[in-house]
């Protein structure tokens, strides 16, 4: 048994979310310091310099608790302790004072609306039976039909099939996603207190926040009424109203206690602890009651990361993310990529052309006011692995729809000439998922110090970024006359202007007027008194 290390004292800006750039690091593919195959937190403390020279401000590291690995680690046995496979909590400690010295903030992965069925409370609900209070923490249910042997509802799991399942005695238990991930009855006191402390855990040890997994979850509609329809009766996935219709499993008015009863414990530690919500919601508008000064400090715009590559949809969903964060007084949260989506190389296109526009769309969202979260191996230009073989694929969606994300998820390359590329120490050629042989050039040691490479794209933004008076400014933005599919707007602080512009049109175009080109994604041209942008590139520039 460790003891929590005395936190470390962090810089006083307690507002330093607000435009802060967040590096999510996937825990088990991010770097293996034990040469298991499988990423650590020695890993990642060992790669902490790289994050500092990157520029970011703060890491998010998905879940590393105590867990069968089901949903790799969102399925939780012990809130309060590191699964063996990552470390330890002297690891954590470790990890996070050496973090905070180099001024990196960390975040962690908070899993509330459901355990794991390893956890301690599911295995005494099962054996305590049906009606005892132990069963009461999570969502048990009696069946339909004459012998209770119909699904108490017609949900469905988000990882396919129904989102119940029949434990011996007769009654179904709720699970939005594996059955392996029960879910929790959120109106539970001892639930709520339970968690109340977790966060205090954790905060404790000297975190700067949580990122809340499915916080949109947790209450579901009084009498788990029927959604009416699912893959089993018209073929239409439920899933497929995440964010664009209401479940009554999904953003229900009652959650926003929750976030009202944890705000004040986030702001009774020092130093800015914040909370981002991956929360999915019908509307920009209820999306955005997640966040203010009373529950959440920021919630993903999954709506930047679903734009497609064109200048209408970019500049509809900036606008949209724009305008709720002036009315709830909350940064925007840009993200691009995560360990759930394909990575977005591939999904503007893959190959040259999709690195092309992945890293203009990389100088796109680091020119906007407010937060943004880089996902590991972004910075290098990875795209999505396409073609691992099934045998090897483990997220648990795959075996009952046929999708995966494994493709995002395979470790990053750091260097070397054979796979895994320096994932693990001293040539060690064991990871868990294969990194494709066209990965040698992407690595890390290809890129640094390579100039247009990706790495060195970003680090110039990054840096640039921190220093420009015009990008400290929380302000908003102005958009300027362009031609059709070319966006272009400016930052201004004081007598200092950048202005982001962004070629979406097909056709390269001339941009003038603008000052003088502090950063671009792809090589400019001087033509007369300007630059050729070419086709699917952007470009900061800067007047002072
Ligand atoms: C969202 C997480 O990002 C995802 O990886 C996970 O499978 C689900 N929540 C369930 O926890």
New binding site residues.
Partial sequence: MTSATTPTPRPADDDWWRSAVVYQVYVRSFADANSDGVGDLQGIRQRLPYLRDLGVDALWLTPFYTSPQV??G?DVADYRNVDPLFGNLTDFDEMITDAHALGLRIIVDM?PNHTSSAHPWFAAALAAGPGSPERERYLFADGKGEQGELPPNDWESIFGGPAWTRVVDGQWYLHL?DPA?PDLNWRHPEVRAEFEDILRFWLDRGVDGFRI??AHGMIKAEGLPDVGFNSMTTGQRQSELLGKGRLPYFDQDEVHDIYRAWRPILDSYPGGRMAVA?AWAETPQRLARYIGPDELHQAFSFDFLDATWSADSFRKVIDTALAESTIVGAPTTWVLSN??RQRHVTRYGDGEVGLRRARAAALLMFALPGCAYVYQGEELGLPEVLDLPDELRQDPAFRRTGESRDGCRVPIPWGGELPPYGFGPGGSELSWLPAPATWRSLSVAAQTGISGSTLELYRTALRIRHEHPALAEVGGITWLETEPGVLAFRRVAGDTELTCVVNISGADVTVSGHGRPVVASADLTERGDGHVLPVDAAAWFERR
Avoid: S, T
Wanted: charged share 35%; no cysteine; glycine share 0%.
């Fill in positions: 949903d790799a969102y899993v996603f991930q997994d499915v991956e360990h759930d």
